[in-house]
């Protein structure tokens, strides 16, 4: 992973050369995000290998979810996955009853509408509690990476949306040396900004049920560090109110870039999976963060399940969802 650059100069230069080059490679575990992010203090304690996981908070699993992937600022694939998976009506508004809906990140970066989508979704999770059901959002490597003003992936159109939010001080000295088209967008997701403590009411990992909901994946170390840990530390670091972002979050292994179930696990990858799961305790975990071209799939005898279709502009996949009804899960799709 390279070593996080806190210059805000980066951002003005990372704007001006690549802000529209749709051709740069998302940085994986071999190349970790730039960023501008703080460093964690060199005191936080670090459990050792052999400590008893804390427990987990558990939300109830109600008879149906359905697990969306990335959508990546494309407005159409998000509604047509949420209206595959019952959700909303042709008016984009909650007709699920008491369905739960899991997002399990990336809704922004690499298409034009993410305002929009980040807007629906906020709107989506009131109306789905009061009729009854969900609709849970986490924070993938992308929303992470704009609090951490990495903007690398933003268009040209989703810089412009965010011109005028209430509550965006781009007079902020933070901002001082992020270019002007760049810097409205900047000051909505610097810690504390409207935007980030949007995303400080989602977390980075979700256990609903016996199924674990991240958007990279997690491994024995995650659980033994605390699940609710790690989301009340990254809320804490987007809202403002904490200066530091635990590196455990933003590692190369952390669970918004973990990549280790994602690829072609090998028998060791599947038997850290095994562990995982047994530690917190899950039957299964459902993942984005990378595109499986043939659509969803599973591995590890079903305990892991890819749910990262590629289906926006960018991407050109087509939009599909994972169902759970109890012991069954399915991908749902287009032709189903």
Excluded at 255 to 263: C, D, E, Q
């Amino acid at each position: 992973m390279h070593p996080r650059i806190r210059s805000s100069s980066l951002v003005f230069l990372v704007f001006a050369l690549t802000a529209c080059d749709k051709s740069i490679p998302e940085p994986g575990p071999a190349a970790a995000p730039i960023t501008t992010g703080p460093k964690v203090a060199s005191g936080a304690p670090t459990p050792t290998a052999t400590a008893a996981p804390t427990p987990v908070q558990r939300i109830a699993a109600p008879a149906r979810i359905v697990a969306i992937g990335d959508v990546h600022g494309d407005l159409a694939a998000t509604r047509a996955a949420l209206r595959m998976a019952g959700a909303i009506d042709e008016k984009d508004h909650w007709v699920g009853k008491d369905l739960m809906i899991v997002q399990v990140g990336d809704e922004i970066d690499r298409g034009d509408e993410d305002r929009d989508i980040l807007d629906l979704f906020e709107r989506l999770a009131d109306e789905a509690k009061r009729a009854g059901g969900a609709v849970i959002a986490l924070n993938g490597n992308h929303e992470v990476m704009n609090v951490q003003l990495d903007l690398r992936y933003v268009t040209d159109d989703a810089f412009k949306d965010f011109v005028g939010v209430s509550g965006v001080a781009t007079a902020d000295r933070r901002l001082d040396r992020v270019a002007e088209p760049a810097r409205a967008r900047a000051a909505a997701f610097l810690p504390g900004g409207p935007y980030a403590k949007m995303l400080a009411k989602r977390d980075l990992i979700a256990v609903v049920g016996d199924t674990v909901f991240v958007h990279g994946g997690i491994s024995p170390k995650h659980v033994r560090y605390g699940i609710d840990r790690m989301n009340r530390e990254a809320r804490a670091w987007m809202d403002g109110s904490a200066k530091d972002v635990p590196a455990i979050i933003t590692a190369e292994d952390g669970p918004v870039w973990l990549r280790r179930y994602s690829a072609a696990p090998g028998p060791e990858d599947c038997r850290v999976l095994k562990e995982t799961l047994a530690l917190i305790p899950a039957k299964r975990m459902v993942v984005g963060h990378t595109v499986q071209r043939g659509g969803i799939t599973s591995a590890c005898d079903e305990q892991v399940w890819r749910i990262d279709v590629g289906m926006s502009k960018y991407y050109g996949g087509k939009p599909e969802v994972l169902e759970i009804k109890g012991a069954e899960v399915r991908p749902l799709r287009s032709n189903d």
